[in-house]
């Protein structure tokens, strides 16, 4: 069950609380919209004032947050352990959350020395199974033949249901008492121990280990969660953490941020310092052994990997890299079925492409799906007076086949901005089914696309790709247009691409809106909105050479038959795919399938799908 609600947990005294607010902040400006918190803040001893700065964090993002008292007499066996010294008695509230928090069903217990950089929603929504716990392998525990799930406790999601039910505090407890003088890494060490076998391992990216530069953990090129590790925090000056910024970042929309001067001794000064600290400290480094092995794991094996090799792509398809150029090549048994598809006959003998029959098997309930997902926002759309047309090769499909192409099977819409912004609130508000719900949704593969998608909760690869259009401020002929094109493709690659990596999702909205405003649409008031055109968003790098329409090409839209039913089209359809593809009623030089065309699909992507259909057939009947 895919949940939006969120229970995430922190443990903290007075002295951590300002780490605790960095915490905070990071999860949300990261959090999408459907994202919602309830923070259960552990207090060890925090003062009134800091409490007020925590709470003021919800500015960022509404949320709940409860404080938590902890009465440290509960935890008087655990402050017997001898282990790490800078471990506090804050770090074995933990192992008791069950009874501290006994409404609680499943939580993610987050340490005060971490940040986070994505959305937190598909790590709280890992399926668990018989695991108690998840968590990333331990940087300094990856060996240990004895227990080889042993995880870092910095980053856990806890089954407290599971906890409660097998009376494990108890076993966390006899445990302690029965090694008091053995356990060498407090918590962390019980939490492993006691539940060997029975803790499931996480990729690295949802708790990197940051410590030092020769720590291969620290050189994991896209984060999503960072651990800071080492004795020595970001707080601390001339830290060896390669990710220190981050936490500078996300200390900047807290009550504690730092003055621009202050700002830039602990960034740009502090960079310089903690090389030459780190190399005081290991003035050999060259020499150790984990220095090449994360050279080689950092940036050699990349290098090699751009030179020459083949990788999986996805289900149907491999990539070549041959010195830094990547060729996209079928799977063979992909390239026996489309030769086999009907689609690929018809091709083949040049017959009439409109007489193409429609899809069957699994693409074509892909494709029933997704209009029973693009069905829910043409009622919202109409429920809100909000503006839409089929797009790029939906709209094709409507004109060429009345309805999908054979072998395409998601959705595009394009609206114009006014109503894109609107559009999010007007689902909340209106949409009749809760599994489907519309959100950004940013890909990871090039973090500067980041566009509206209809989704569905329980089965990500059903989606509708929203586009939006913006009022350029005049209309220009063709060769302006085409000029414009080449300017706007650049600025989009010197300031959006090469800083999305390092932005939130939230930021780079941001960053899309300014660029737009800024640098891209003409300034001034526009005294006859139909004499302009229209231009593509930034939002979304495509590929085509000219971004712009006319307004009388959008407007005023109309009516077109898809798949048995009538949606909003452009009011010239013909003309702007004609300026898009050329001869649209023409087959492709190269027939591109679905996304998910061949995709193997779990039982309950089946399920999902096929109740999608049912409501689909219940409604037009």
Known sequence: ????????????????????????????????????????????????????????????????????????????????????????????????????LPEVNKILYFDCDVVVNESLADLYNTEMGDYVVAGVHDIKKRKVRSNPQYVNSGVLLMDLDKIRKE?????????????????????????????????????????VQSSNFINRSS??????????????????????????????????????????????????????????????????????????????????????????????????????????????????????KKKQADFYYYKKNNIDITTIPPASGQIRDIQLANLALFQELDYVCRQNNLRYWLDAGTLIGAIRH???????????????????EKVFDAFQKSSRNPDIFLDYSRSKKNPSLCILKVQHRTCPMLFVDIFPFDVYGKSMNTEAQLERTKEIKEIRKTRVEDAARNLS?????????????????????????????????????????????????????????????????????????????????AYPKKITFGHSMYKKLSEKDNNTIQNLIKDLKRNDG
């Open 1 to 100: 069950m895919i949940e939006n609600k969120m229970n995430i947990c922190l443990a903290c005294d007075n002295n951590y609380a300002k780490y605790a607010g960095v915490v905070l902040a990071s999860i949300l400006k990261n959090a999408s919209n459907q994202d919602n918190f309830v923070f259960y803040i552990l207090d060890g001893g925090i003062s009134d004032e800091n409490k007020q700065n925590i709470e003021s964090l919800k500015s960022i993002k509404s949320c709940s947050m409860e404080f938590v008292s902890i009465n440290n007499d509960l935890f008087s066996d655990y402050m017997r352990v001898k282990s790490h010294k800078y471990l506090s008695i804050a770090s074995y509230y933990r192992l008791k959350l069950a009874s501290l």
């Open 167 to 207: 009376n494990l505090e108890r076993d966390f407890l006899d445990y302690t008492l029965n090694n008091i003088d053995k356990i060498k890494c407090g918590d962390q060490e019980i939490i492993n121990e006691v539940l060997k076998g029975r803790i499931k391992v996480l990729p690295d990216e949802w708790n």
């Open 219 to 336: 050189f994991t090129k896209h984060p999503k969660i960072i651990h800071f590790v080492a004795k020595r925090k970001p707080w601390h000056y001339a830290s060896f953490s390669p990710h220190r910024d981050y936490y500078f970042k996300y200390l900047q929309y807290t009550p504690w941020k730092l003055s621009d001067e202050d700002y830039k001794h602990w960034t740009k000064d502090n960079q310089r310092d903690s090389i030459i600290a780190y190399l005081k400290y290991r003035p050999l480094f060259f020499i150790r052994p984990l220095f090449y092995k994360a050279l080689y794991y950092s940036y050699i094996k990349d290098f090699l990997k751009n030179i020459f090799s083949i990788e999986e792509y996805n289900e149907t398809h491999y990539i070549l890299h041959i010195i830094f150029v990547k060729i996209k090549f079928a799977k063979p048994q992909y390239h026996q």
């Open 402 to 420: 009345k309805g999908f192409i054979p072998w395409d099977d998601d959705i595009d819409i394009g609206m114009p901005r006014e109503d894109y």
């Open 505 to 585: 999702r939230q930021e780079l909205l941001q960053l899309f809106d300014k660029t737009m405003k800024n640098e891209i649409l003409q300034t001034g008031t526009i005294t006859d909105i139909e004499d302009t055109d229209y231009v593509w968003g930034i939002d979304f790098n495509h590929r085509w050479d000219n971004w712009f329409t006319n307004y009388h090409v959008i407007f005023p839209l109309k009516t077109i038959e898809f798949e048995g039913g009538q949606y909003y089209c452009l009011n010239n359809p013909e003309a702007f795919l004609k300026r898009v593809y050329g001869d649209y009623m």
